[in-house]
C-alpha cells in the first residue's frame, strides 16, 4: 500500500500518468432511459419513410471475409488467337477485392405530378394553361399568381414592372404605337401600327418561343428532292420510259424474245 502511494506520488510512474487522466476523462454516459409511446412513434414513422434502396457485396458480407478472391490468370502467351495448351496460372489481384467496395448507389426519389400552372396573361387575355415545373418557355420562371393573372408577391410584382420598363425603353420612341397612328392619321400612311400593337392582319407567329422544324426541313437537298421527285416530273419520266420501250418492241418484234415482252 505503501509502494502504491509512492507510485502514485512520483510524477514518472505510470500510476501518477492514470490517475491524472481519470481527471481529465469525461463521466461515463448514463444509462439511456426507455423510449416513450411518443418517441416510438416517431421513430416508427421515420422508419417507415427511409427509402430502401438495393445494397452492395460489402455490406451484406459486413464484418466478414470476401469471399471472392482477387485472382486473375496470367496467360504466358500474347498472340491473339493461339494459347498454349498448358493450364494458365493464377495470380493474386489487390484490385479485384476492392471493386465491391466502390459503388454508386442512386436515389431518384418519388414522381410528384405537376398541379400547379403558368396563369401569365396572354395577348388575348386570357392566362398560360402550360403546367411546366418551375420555368414556361413563354413566360418564364413560374410565380404564384391570383385569379387576374397578378403576382401575389411584391417582389415578383417588382420584377415584372422592371421587366415592362425594359422592354418599352428598348423600343424606339417612333415605334410606339399611339405616335404611329396619329402620324397614319395625319399623313395618311400605313407605318404598321396595327402590327406593331398586335392588332390588324400582321402575319404573326403562333408560338415565337418554339423553333419551326418545317423552316429546319427547307434546305438545299429537299429543295431539289422536291422538284425531281413531283408528280408531274416523274409522270414525264414514265412516258419517257415507254416510249423508249415501245420504239424498241417495234423495231425487234420479228424476234421471239421480244414478241412476248
Known amino acids: 500500500m ?12 505510470a500510476a501518477a500518468q492514470l490517475h491524472q ?9 448514463s444509462p439511456r432511459a426507455p423510449v ?18 438495393p445494397f452492395g457485396v460489402d455490406l451484406c458480407y459486413w464484418g466478414q471475409e470476401q469471399p471472392m478472391a482477387g485472382r486473375i490468370l496470367k496467360r504466358d502467351s500474347e498472340h491473339r488467337f493461339w494459347k498454349p495448351s498448358e493450364v494458365d ?13 466502390n459503388r454508386c448507389i442512386t436515389f431518384a426519389g418519388k414522381f410528384e405530378p405537376v398541379r400547379h400552372q403558368c396563369r401569365a396573361p396572354r395577348p388575348d387575355g386570357r392566362l398560360c394553361e402550360r403546367q411546366d415545373r418551375l420555368k414556361c418557355p413563354f413566360h418564364g420562371k413560374i410565380i404564384p399568381r ?13 420584377w415584372e414592372q422592371r421587366q415592362q420598363l425594359r422592354r418599352q425603353a428598348g423600343r424606339a420612341g417612333w415605334q410606339d404605337p399611339e405616335f404611329m397612328r396619329d402620324v397614319e392619321a395625319a399623313t395618311g400612311v400605313d ?25 429546319q426541313a427547307d434546305t438545299a437537298r429537299a429543295r ?33 424474245n421480244y414478241a412476248l415482252t
Open 2 to 13: 505503501a509502494r502504491r502511494d509512492e507510485e502514485a506520488r512520483d510524477p514518472t510512474s
Open 21 to 29: 487522466l481519470h481527471g481529465r476523462l469525461p463521466p461515463p454516459p
Open 36 to 53: 416513450g409511446p411518443d418517441e416510438a412513434g416517431k421513430l416508427a414513422a421515420e422508419w417507415a419513410r427511409a427509402p430502401v434502396v
Open 89 to 101: 496460372a493464377e495470380v493474386d489481384s489487390a484490385s479485384v477485392p476492392e471493386m465491391p467496395w
Open 146 to 158: 391570383d385569379e387576374a393573372g397578378r403576382p401575389l408577391h411584391p417582389e415578383d410584382r417588382a
Open 191 to 215: 407605318l404598321g401600327s396595327s402590327r406593331s400593337s398586335g392588332r390588324g392582319k400582321g402575319k404573326r407567329r403562333k408560338h415565337p418561343g418554339l423553333t419551326d422544324l418545317k423552316q
Open 224 to 256: 431539289i428532292a422536291k422538284k425531281v421527285f413531283a408528280k408531274a416530273a416523274v409522270q414525264r419520266v414514265v412516258t419517257a420510259m415507254n416510249q423508249m420501250d415501245r420504239k424498241k418492241h417495234e423495231k425487234f418484234a420479228n424476234q421471239f
